[in-house]
């Protein structure tokens, strides 16, 4: 079956601490990825998507990045958090035969 | 901008009430679908409309699709408490140098609260 797997739940990092945060899919292949961003009371902003292994796209201008070392691992970083990274944030795959689904999130907190 | 927006915002009910929210796109479209969130969870897909469809029908959930318009409605019929949850629109748009399903881009949601 296809299962999604986002972690940790929760996360609390000082400002200026590096953040590193890990999606791994399982039962598809050359899925597409997605990393999500849901600040409080509002929608998702797609902040980066991957079509392919070692292919990120950006769909926004921020101080993270994104990495896809594999074809089912995608990763979220960044060198230094600022207050403005805190939120709600979603991984989530897409493959033609399975329509989109999406792991549980990981809730960012920056102090 | 988002793709999708969303009326009313926020939206409350009493039990045993139908409720619509309404969700206007700009571009278009392949398919539209609707999610559910449950306060601090993660999503959960409710159904999928395709451009070339008018109406769905899913348990208590119908939706509709209007390509002139660019617009969408999702009613839930005979609410209940646990139908409490803020309810997102989203269309998928192409993705260059893929063949695989588009990206989902959000409308900012409407919030649902069903009183018992």
């Known amino acids: 079956s296809q299962t999604i797997h986002q972690w940790p739940a929760t996360l609390v990092q000082p400002v200026g601490s590096p953040l590193s945060l890990e999606c791994t899919v399982e039962?598809?292949?050359?899925?597409?990825l997605y990393w999500y961003r849901q600040a409080a009371g509002r929608g998702l902003q797609l902040l980066f998507y991957?079509?392919?292994?070692?292919?990120i796209s950006s769909e926004v201008p921020q101080n993270l990045s994104a990495s896809r070392p594999q074809d089912r691992q995608f990763i979220l970083s960044s060198k230094k958090l600022l207050l403005s990274d805190s939120g709600f944030y979603l991984c989530?795959?897409?493959?033609?035969?399975?329509?989109?689904?999406f792991g549980s999130g990981t809730r960012l907190t920056v102090v | 901008s988002q793709q999708g927006e969303e009326d009313p915002q926020a939206l409350s009910i009493q039990e045993g009430e139908n409720a619509t929210m309404n969700c206007s796109y700009k571009?278009?479209?392949?398919?539209l679908q609707w999610y559910r969130q449950n306060s601090g969870r993660g999503l959960v897909h409710l159904i999928l409309i395709r451009s070339n469809e008018r109406e769905k029908h899913s348990g208590r959930l119908r939706v509709t699709l209007d390509t002139s318009k660019k617009s969408s409605s999702l009613l839930i019929t005979a609410s209940r408490a646990a139908d409490t949850a803020s309810y997102f629109c989203?269309?998928?748009?192409?993705?260059?140098?893929?063949?695989?399903?588009?990206?989902?881009?959000f409308g900012q949601g409407t919030t649902l609260q069903v009183k018992p």
């Open positions: 989530a795959w897409s493959e033609s035969r399975y329509g989109y689904t």
């Open positions: 039962g598809t292949s050359n899925p597409n």
């Open positions: 991957s079509v392919g292994i070692g292919q």
């Open positions: 989203a269309t998928a748009l192409p993705l260059h140098g893929s063949s695989n399903t588009g990206k989902l881009i």
């Open positions: 571009t278009s479209i392949n398919n």
